[in-house]
């Protein structure tokens, strides 16, 4: 009997310690998954999505869930080998390959965003293994450019232009291929027709962003007759009726539930300062039609930044174009433009804020001057950094290509020319800042 009663409470005990591994077990799969779920929404922003709950549709009473973003925007990617500059032979390494992540080493801290977007000006890699590329005047740049510019921290690959049609639609397709691959996504090239009124909406963090990209140069010359009526979105900024054709997008971004609207437009002369006054114009037509930001380039020189007071619905808000932000990296020295400015940009960066009525706001931006500084050893350029002028700007530097006061004038001239729309970063942290050349 005695037995029987102790092998009874060995089976409880048994029972009892399966249940305790059961809940263990349980208790810790859920926080296992808790974190896998939360780290994959930290590394992918724009695949975190708000959810309306059951209850609330239901109950007829559904709101938006309130969410964050940030999201930072820049100017060209221009890279060269030819005497306008040696940017790609600079990152040149063993076997044809290319690594250009030591050029970014002194912003590779700020660029941190939910969504980051910059323009490509050319093709990459169109026939693979960086075979024939080529820089002026027709642009085939290295592969590894678009994994660095990942690793950086950008999201997004801007290729309404007017250098994405220099090798005709094989060029720019297998450039847009290439841009997928890499895990990147891709804003103005398109396949069809029917492509072209299919809009580009992504959940970043819970807010829908709208993305709108246009061009108004093209190089047309290299472009097939087949695609050349679609293949990107073609404006002229110098009419103003153009606008009307960018707001039939607004319509189909809005339609499509597009919370918050990013216009990229490739435009504006050259190494101009000054937009043009139709430029002004067309971008007062569409922050008032609806698009929230306006992001320009092609210039590759800065212009101004402005803020634009507009309705949204009953509200009076604030909005923002920038009209040229820059060569973010570029080597346009030999130009010797005023001030060196082919060599200055910015990096605009702005919160956004998703109210519980579904409207979205503008709580909070900054920019970032920086400057593509060209090293020297011998009286040759043999290396590149990208560097924020806020850690320069009260350095009298020795420079191969230019006076010792260099950064700090430059530091001036930009933030005279972009006004005070937003305010300057205080990001000063660099690693590496040249003592010399």
């Not at 029917?194 to 807010?207: F, L, M, Q, R, S």
């Amino acid at each position: 009997m005695q037995q029987q009663k102790k092998q009874k409470q060995k089976s409880y005990i048994v029972v009892y310690f399966a249940i305790a591994l059961v809940v263990v077990i349980i208790a810790v799969a859920g926080t296992i998954f808790g974190i896998v779920k939360h780290n994959q929404n930290k590394k992918n922003p724009t695949t975190a999505k708000t959810t309306v709950s059951q209850e609330e549709k239901e109950s007829g009473e559904e709101k938006s869930k309130e969410a964050t973003a940030k999201i930072q925007m820049t100017g060209d990617v221009l890279l060269h080998q030819t005497t306008a500059g040696d940017t790609v032979p600079g990152a040149a390494k063993s076997g044809g390959t290319y690594d250009f992540h030591k050029y970014f080493s002194e912003v590779d801290d700020y660029i941190d965003a939910d969504m980051a977007l910059c323009d490509i000006e050319g093709t990459v890699d169109i026939y693979g293994d960086n075979k024939d590329l080529a820089y002026y005047p027709q642009f085939n740049l290295p592969h590894e450019i678009l994994p660095c510019l990942k690793d950086l921290g950008f999201t997004g690959i801007v290729t309404a232009n007017n250098h994405i049609w220099d090798y005709s639609s094989e060029g720019a397709y297998a450039t847009v291929e290439n841009i997928k691959k890499e895990g990147l996504l891709e804003f103005g090239t398109y396949a069809s027709e029917e492509a072209t009124k299919k809009p580009y909406i992504v959940d970043v963090n819970g807010i829908k962003v709208g993305v709108l990209a246009w061009t108004d140069s093209t190089n047309g010359s290299y472009m097939d007759e087949e695609h050349i009526n679609f293949i990107t979105k073609t404006f002229n900024s110098d009419d103003i009726a153009s606008a009307d054709k960018i707001l039939e997008d607004v319509k189909i971004l809005q339609d499509n539930g597009a919370e918050f609207i990013i216009a990229c437009l490739h435009w504006g002369v050259e190494y101009q300062d000054e937009p043009g006054d139709t430029q002004r114009q067309i971008a007062k037509k569409l922050i008032d039609g609806g698009v929230d930001f306006i992001m320009g380039n092609h210039p590759h020189c800065l212009q101004p930044m402005e803020k634009l007071s507009t309705k949204r619905g009953d509200k009076t808000v604030d909005r923002y174009v920038t009209y040229a932000l820059g060569n973010f990296i570029g080597d346009q020295i030999v130009l010797d433009k005023e001030g060196l400015k082919t060599q200055q940009a910015a990096i605009v960066t702005i919160q956004i804020k998703k109210n519980s009525d579904g409207s979205v706001d503008i709580t909070s931006g900054e920019y970032l001057p920086v400057l593509t500084h060209a090293y020297y050893q011998d009286g040759v350029k043999n290396d590149y950094k990208v560097l924020p002028m806020t850690a320069l700007k009260d350095k009298p530097i020795p420079c191969a290509y230019a006076s010792e006061d260099y950064f700090a004038s430059s530091y001036e001239r930009v933030t005279k020319l972009l006004g005070n729309a937003l305010p300057v970063s205080k990001f000063a942290a660099g690693k590496q800042m040249p003592e010399n050349t």
